[in-house]
């Protein structure tokens, strides 16, 4: 006769679930992975006799047309690992305020690529993520400037148009002089 087991211990137990955000800050968003992918893209080879370092995000920026657009997408997977780990929307305005200097500046023919050298947004959004995580509820006045700041500037751009065509309908509808 086989001796009967109690259900109750022999219930397998099983460790409670861990949240999306938790599992995203393991496997391929690590902080280890994102360190290497911010140094691969902006700081991993060296000038040799200088202190100039540069990744891959200089080098396809050589590339007319698409290279800064590859470079950007590629940006893009720490802003993505930086939300998909819960960072709060302001840290990520700047995660992507720094791709788009980088993006835009970088168009520039060489001048832009010497740019993406200097800026390492890849790098600055690494340390941003970094810092939002270990003090996750801290937003810095610095953030709150950055995010001031570009709304005034896309402010700005809106109201351009606006501001020309009130300039130019009251320089049509003057009289005429003679």
């Known amino acids: 006769m086989a001796p009967v087991r109690d259900p109750i211990s022999a219930a397998e137990v099983l460790p409670p679930s861990r ?3 938790e599992k995203a800050a393991t496997g391929p968003f690590s ?5 290497i992918l911010s140094h691969l893209l902006d700081d991993f080879l060296r000038i040799p006799g200088t202190p100039i ?4 995000d200089g080098i396809v920026g050589f590339i007319p047309g698409a290279g800064d657009i590859i470079a950007g997408l590629a940006s893009t997977i720490i802003i993505f690992a930086a939300w998909a780990r819960g960072v709060p929307y302001i840290v990520l305005a700047r995660m992507v305020l720094n791709v788009l200097i980088e993006t835009v500046v970088g168009a520039v023919p060489f001048v832009g690529n010497l740019f993406d050298i200097a800026w390492r947004a890849n790098r600055r ?7 939002s995580i270990a003090d996750p509820r801290r937003h810095t006045l610095t953030s709150w400037l950055v995010f001031a700041a570009l709304a005034l500037v ?3 751009i809106m109201l351009l148009p606006a501001l020309f065509l009130a300039w130019l309908w009251t320089d049509l509808h003057q009289p005429a002089r003679p």
């Open 19 to 21: 949240s999306w955000r």
């Open 31 to 35: 902080d280890e992975h994102l360190d």
């Open 53 to 56: 370092r540069f990744g891959l």
């Open 125 to 131: 959004n690494y340390k941003l993520l970094e810092g």
């Open 154 to 156: 896309l402010i700005g």
